[in-house]
């Protein structure tokens, strides 16, 4: 089993729809977990760190469910800057960060 | 507040040669983590630096080496490349050591050929 396993897309949505991601982790120790956000061509970005309470910001949702490991996105309202590749973030070391390969959304008009 | 820069912005090496790239961290934090990005994947980990020491490493053979200063900015080395390190070369910064939120910068594109 891959240590981050993400389904790699793409989702076509039209904007205003609601989309969500899920991403599975192997390491049952990871501590830290987060969904980036990465830009054709451009380098990833922090969209938010993800709780075991599970937590909200904006129009995004993450959920952690440590039991099953895994992780979701939820997505409201998508817009068209929605578009991008969505990487889900486990710590399985110290100082390791692991990537998922990233799922690509795309936002049509 | 200034973000994470790196350079160069793109680089082109022949195989076998050596490259340094550069680092300079986010204003506030003191730790640095190095990735390779390749076409079509998630960026993998290669090292992290703190207090100018290694703090942890990936899978990578030891012809990747790192440096980090005292301003806390930091270099990642490669030598003897193969046609296999042409990637993007992510920095992240982060305020302390270990598996926290990481701001990245916009990443040195190299080619090997």
């Known amino acids: 089993r891959k240590e981050v396993e993400q389904d790699p897309g793409p989702f076509n949505v039209p904007e205003g729809a609601t989309v969500a991601f899920n991403c599975t982790y192997s390491?049952?120790?990871?501590?830290?977990f987060f969904w980036y956000r990465q830009d054709c061509r451009k380098e990833p970005k922090l969209l938010m760190s993800?709780?075991?309470s599970g937590n909200e910001d904006g129009r995004f949702t993450a959920q952690l469910n440590r039991a099953s490991q895994y992780i979701s996105l939820l997505i409201r309202d998508s817009k068209l800057s929605d578009s991008a590749t969505y990487l889900c973030?486990?710590?399985?070391?110290?100082?390791?960060?692991?990537f998922g390969k990233g799922t690509m959304l795309l936002v049509s008009p | 507040e200034t973000g994470v820069t790196q350079s160069p912005t793109h680089l082109i090496k022949t195989r076998g040669q050596q490259v340094t790239l550069r680092c300079s961290s986010q204003s506030g934090h003191n730790t640095v983590s190095w990735y390779q990005q390749a076409l079509g994947q998630g960026p993998q980990f290669i090292f992290q630096?703190?207090?100018?020491?290694?703090?942890g490493r990936g899978n990578f053979p030891p012809r990747f080496s790192g440096l980090q200063f005292p301003n806390y900015s930091s270099e990642l080395n490669v030598n003897a490349l193969e046609l296999d390190d042409s990637a993007l070369y992510l920095c992240?910064?982060?305020?302390?050591?270990?598996?926290?939120?990481?701001?990245f910068g916009p990443g040195t594109r190299l080619t090997v050929t």
């Open positions: 993800v709780y075991s």
């Open positions: 390491n049952s120790a990871s501590q830290s």
């Open positions: 992240a910064s982060s305020t302390t050591s270990g598996g926290h939120e990481q701001y």
């Open positions: 973030v486990v710590n399985s070391g110290y100082s390791t960060l692991t």
């Open positions: 630096y703190y207090r100018e020491e290694e703090n």
